[in-house]
């Protein structure tokens, strides 16, 4: 099975609304949940053909401060394969 990229991100409180509505206005590019509401840490699936544009556009989140601390980490729903 393919697993696509995973990442999580510190969401700014205030403006998590307008954050979440322009990530989503890109279709197909990421599924996002709230993975931790008391620190506003989101995580973020991504297909390995949307990296690039996700990527960009989430540098231009960082840049006006509505995210922080963004980490591509291993997937934590990916399971080791059994042959």
């Given at each position: 099975m393919n697993f696509g990229l995973y990442y999580q991100a510190l969401?700014?409180?205030e403006k998590g609304w307008y954050?979440?509505?322009?990530?989503?206005?890109?279709?197909?590019?990421?599924?996002d949940r709230t993975l931790d509401k008391q620190k506003?840490?989101?995580?973020?699936?991504?297909?390995?053909s949307q990296q690039e544009q996700f990527e960009?556009?989430?540098q231009y989140f960082v840049k006006k401060g509505?995210?922080?601390?963004?980490?591509?980490?291993?997937n934590r729903l990916q399971k080791d394969e059994i042959l």
């Open positions: 969401v700014n409180r954050f979440t509505a322009i990530l989503r206005s890109f279709e197909h590019m990421c599924f506003h840490l989101f995580e973020f699936y991504v297909p390995q960009a556009i989430m509505l995210v922080s601390e963004l980490q591509q980490l291993p």
